[in-house]
């Protein structure tokens, strides 16, 4: 391997913080990472890891080093785009990773087009609702709620904000009766968000003072969809995104309920993330702005 390559590769280790994903993130074999750090070790005359069965840790010299490396790839990065023509199309695998319930609606018509605009670039789209690290876990990008950012070396752009209902079905409200007013909410049970992702409480912004109101739960969860479905089965009130409730409250198998009340914090937040590095790659440079495109789009559809 030559000395730029083991430069690469040497960024990679220290972004991924491990030799076995910076391996995945490379395409490379775990063994090749070794063995391209021991070269520029031997080459450098210094230790840069400290290596143990459970982690990677950098050297004192391996942290001075890593801010010269980075700057130095990015500036060979830059002449390269410039180098090339300007009419080269992007192309490469672009590695997604987006919130599943959130995103459901915007996914597919956004990828479709996207894929219809730049047929060079691939896909590697996954789906999940725990917190990421983009760099570690090996991610171009994020369509990510922000609770799922586990790290705030990333930078991030709101696409869009869903705001949430309180909805139950007609014969839950029969048999216990539908709040007026949100202090008539403590005597209701509700199917909650895990408590590790939003406090099982409700705000309501009542006479220009905020008014919070705990909330009694038996069942939650950390899927808005599986919510959904036990507040049908009746086994409490839920708040949930109107765009997961659209068909239901249309057909009138469940009932939004306060609506004449604001939430404080009464929405979800879709952002976009990447990595904060100066210079993007093509790829990720033009889906950032297809992606940003397309929100806005379909903001404007819905005003």
């Known amino acids: 391997m030559d000395y730029l390559e083991s430069l690469r590769v040497f960024r990679s280790v220290v972004e ?139 930078i991030t752009r709101l696409l869009e904000r869903i705001p949430l209902a309180i909805v139950a079905t007609p014969d839950y409200l029969g048999q216990h009766g539908s709040p007026a007013n949100p202090a008539e909410l403590v005597g209701h049970v509700f199917v909650a968000m895990s408590p590790s992702l939003r406090k099982p409480e409700l705000t309501f912004r009542v006479a220009d003072e905020n008014l919070t109101i705990p909330l009694k739960y038996e069942v939650a969860s950390n899927n808005v969809v599986f919510n959904r479905e036990m507040v049908l089965e009746g086994f409490g009130i839920g708040l949930v995104p109107t765009a997961v409730v659209h068909e239901e409250l249309t057909s009138g198998r469940l009932v939004s309920i306060l609506e004449d009340f604001t939430i404080v914090d009464g929405a979800i937040e879709i952002r976009l993330a990447y990595q904060s590095r100066t210079l993007l790659p093509a790829k990720v440079r033009v889906f950032v702005e297809h992606a940003a495109a397309f929100f806005e789009a379909v903001s404007s559809e819905g005003a």
């Open 16 to 154: 991924a913080k491990s030799f076995t994903r910076a391996a995945d993130m490379l395409g490379l074999t775990t063994p090749i990472v070794s063995r391209a750090i021991a070269g520029l070790e031997q080459r450098l005359g210094s230790r840069l890891f400290h290596r143990t069965t459970r982690q990677v840790s950098l050297t004192e010299a391996a942290e001075r080093f890593y801010d010269g490396c980075a700057r130095i790839l990015d500036e060979l990065e830059a002449l390269e785009a410039e180098a090339s023509t300007q009419s080269r199309e992007p192309g490469g695998v672009l590695r997604l990773v987006a919130h599943t319930t959130a995103t459901v609606n915007r996914l597919v018509p956004l990828i479709s087009s996207f894929k219809r605009k730049h047929p060079k670039i691939s896909l590697d789209v996954t789906l999940t609702e725990r917190p990421v690290d983009l760099v570690a876990d090996g991610y171009d990008l994020g369509i990510v709620l922000p609770f799922m950012l586990s790290t705030d070396t990333t």
